[in-house]
T-cell receptor, first 113, second 109 residues
């Protein structure tokens, strides 16, 4: 079982360009999340989706958009990248029951120049 | 505001015991999580506490006091592979996780 996959692994992007970070899970989890992780800061929630067809804004949503057309995929789009979006991006999912722990993908390291 | 505090870095010796503390102030409480994150890798789930007391899982234990807004992660019989960052996170009233910045644990032989 793959769990959660993310693509690309890393990317260097020119400021002003757009980019979509891909995230796919095969655990049939209802909830999915996008976080960014920056040195010295905790993981910060960008957007989330409690179930297919719905999305919500997290702590730092500006400059990012998401969609959730089906259960498995949750892409994150940067419409016009800025250097402050340089970060490591993690996608996560949870099944919404019991302990409801989140399972994380391997991350995408994005550098915006 | 919501806040999770944990030490930035700790050092311990192989074979010893280390306690990593976490204090929190959040809007609501629906459980506290500990995750382990090795450098360059994704966080992985270690433990969950929702009631006061100690949860033991092998070499790792986690304690919670809701009245004090306090938790700790106890690691026994430290191994070199335990060198990692340990992340404390609280699930708030909206069922979203609020994360601490993590504690980098360095294990020395």
């Amino acid at each position: 079982t793959a769990g959660i996959t993310q693509a690309p692994t890393s990317q260097i992007l020119a400021a002003g360009r757009s980019m979509t970070l891909r995230c796919t899970q095969d655990m049939r989890h209802n909830a999915m999340y996008w976080y960014r992780q920056d040195l010295g800061l905790g993981l910060r929630l960008i957007h989330y989706s409690n179930t297919a067809g719905t999305t919500g804004k997290g702590e730092v949503p500006d400059g990012y958009s998401v969609s959730r057309a089906n259960t498995d995929d949750f892409p994150l789009t940067l419409a016009s990248a800025v250097p402050s979006q340089t970060s490591v991006y993690f996608c996560a999912s949870s099944d919404g029951t019991g302990v409801n722990e989140q399972f994380f993908g391997p991350g995408t390291r994005l550098t915006v120049l | 505001g919501q806040n999770i505090d944990q030490p930035t870095e700790m050092t311990a010796t192989e074979g010893a015991i280390v306690q990593i503390n976490c204090t929190y102030q959040t809007s609501g409480f629906n459980g506290l999580f500990w995750y382990q994150q090795h450098a360059g890798e994704a966080p992985t789930f270690l433990s969950y506490n929702v009631l006061d007391g100690l949860e033991e899982k092998g070499r790792f234990s986690s304690f919670l006091s809701r009245s004090k807004g306090y938790s700790y992660l106890l690691l026994k019989e430290l191994q070199m592979k335990d060198s990692a960052s340990y992340l404390c996170a609280v699930m708030d009233s909206n069922y979203q996780l609020i994360w601490g910045a993590g504690t980098k644990l360095i294990i020395k032989p």
